[in-house]
């Protein structure tokens, strides 16, 4: 039962393929990624059991938030489609797909949802994407409806965000953009105002009045805000009210793109002459022109366009992290997106490959080794015990240099460098040393890796 004086959220139709969820989900991003710390598990468990004791049943979560190539994604709707004819699995949703790739998708199988950022400052959505999800019954997941919390806190927002917090870096939120977005959340303050309610009731209600075949998915850690984001549920708004908030967020009432992603991407309104495909990418820089240096280069294209880029360099797509605390908030809860990756034909001599932690795909035998690794072999306690090990591997290493340099001998960098963790790793595992300071021995074992 829900708590007294807390509405029920009531529960909807999503797409034509038979499957019913709330009229509101949650976002769960935030709880553990992206926005700041991960927030302690047992708050979060409240949380999330005072949201299905509302009626809430759509729990949104994910490995991974991120683009994919359209080439990889319509290949793998044939193996979803596999799955849900052997009853594994049941519906198939897509995230942030062009509407080519869409209509592609969908014919392989139907789709039930896609999920998209759309609230009262992202609105590029409404051009394309949304007209092809109701002429194909496709469900609409809204996320970002408070506009990643801007259209809660306004300017506020940005006082509290920690440095692991990725929306420091987004270029909405940024000095020259952020007095000019200020006007925006003015006037939804106002508007709230005389509507009795607050400013993120506001802009969801603005978001559930696009249609019964919109869900949207905000997100919070704290059920102060969950309470108050599902009474947006029962909030009217008239014709009236309406045209105000179209007023109020039009084209130009927002400056600066939403998030790294779509910095690069370019309109094609009006290139009546291209052919049927998705968006197409910039070029944001000749290939060449990243030279010996590609990380400083790389550092100069993430002032313009984020600290998250997905860059085509030819067939191959590559996804550049620029900021150290969201590469660490990625390596330390994203792991398993790291899985299944391709596999050299070394590795697969003696078929090491289907025995490691490494190159096996997210399977239970993948997940028993990381158990094992994360328990046993690197746990807390077997890292304390040996951390004298490694500070001696790292004295050797100031030796070494030191010894060169005396001697006058050509140091090269990537050679040590390797020395150096390869024996920090094996001392960490084995307490033992795999290459030798004094020879070259440490070649033939890098070439192999």
């Known amino acids: 039962m829900a708590a007294e004086g807390i509405k029920k959220v009531p529960r909807m139709k999503m797409g034509s393929q038979g499957l019913e969820v709330s009229a509101q989900g949650l976002g769960c991003m935030g709880m553990s990624a992206f926005y700041g710390p991960p927030k302690p598990d047992d708050e979060m468990i409240k949380l999330i059991h005072h949201s299905i004791n509302s009626g809430i049943t759509f729990?949104?979560?994910?490995?991974?938030y991120g683009p994919y190539t359209n080439e990889i994604l319509i290949g793998k709707m044939g193996e979803l489609k596999k799955l849900v004819e052997e009853g594994k699995i049941r519906y198939i949703g897509l995230s942030e797909a062009s509407g080519s790739t869409i209509r592609r998708a969908h014919e392989v199988h139907p789709i039930t949802a896609v999920q998209l950022e759309w609230s009262l400052w992202s609105r590029d959505v409404e051009e394309e994407i949304i007209p092809i999800c109701r002429e194909l019954g496709i469900g609409i997941v809204a996320?970002?409806?408070?506009?990643?919390?801007?259209l809660s806190s306004g300017p506020k927002?940005?006082?509290?965000?920690?440095?692991?917090?990725?929306?420091?870096?987004?270029?909405?939120?940024?000095a020259e953009n952020l007095e000019h977005n200020k006007i925006l959340y003015k006037r939804i303050c106002q508007m709230a105002t005389k509507k009795g309610c607050t400013p993120s009731q506001l802009a969801l209600a603005w978001v559930h009045h696009q249609g019964n075949d919109v869900f949207p998915i905000p997100g919070t850690t704290k059920i102060k805000?969950?309470?108050?984001?599902?009474?947006a549920l029962y909030i009217k708004l008239t014709n009236e009210d309406m045209v105000e908030l179209e007023s109020i967020a039009s084209a130009d009432a927002v400056k600066g793109e939403r998030d790294a992603s779509s910095a690069t991407k370019i309109s094609t309104k009006g290139s009546k002459k291209l052919p049927p495909g998705p968006s197409p990418w910039p070029i944001i820089g000749n290939f060449h022109l990243l030279g010996a240096k590609p990380h400083i280069s790389l550092a100069n294209l993430a002032k313009n366009y984020g600290p998250i880029m997905s860059l085509k360099l030819g067939q191959i797509t590559t996804v550049v992290i620029s900021s150290s605390n969201i590469a660490k908030q990625v390596l330390k809860y994203q792991d398993q997106v790291f899985s299944s990756r391709f596999i050299p034909n070394v590795v697969q001599a003696h078929n090491y490959s289907?025995?490691?932690v490494v190159w096996l795909h997210v399977c239970p035998q993948w997940r028993m080794l990381r158990r094992i690794l994360n328990t046993k072999m690197v746990s807390p306690n077997s890292l304390d015990a040996n951390q004298h090990l490694r500070s001696q591997k790292v004295k050797e290493l100031i030796d070494y240099c030191e010894k060169c340099s005396l001697q006058g001998e050509a140091l090269d960098v990537s050679q040590v460098a390797f020395k150096t963790i390869l024996?920090?790793?094996?001392?960490?595992?084995?307490s033992k040393d795999l290459a030798n300071p004094f020879s070259d021995s440490k070649v033939e074992f890098e070439q192999c890796i």
């Open 157 to 174: 927002l940005l006082e509290d965000l920690s440095n692991e917090d990725f929306r420091k870096h987004i270029p909405r939120f940024q």
């Open 59 to 64: 729990l949104d979560t994910s490995d991974i």
């Open 354 to 356: 289907k025995f490691s």
């Open 143 to 150: 996320y970002s409806p408070l506009g990643k919390g801007f």
């Open 423 to 430: 024996n920090l790793l094996s001392n960490t595992l084995f």
């Open 225 to 231: 805000n969950l309470e108050q984001n599902i009474e």
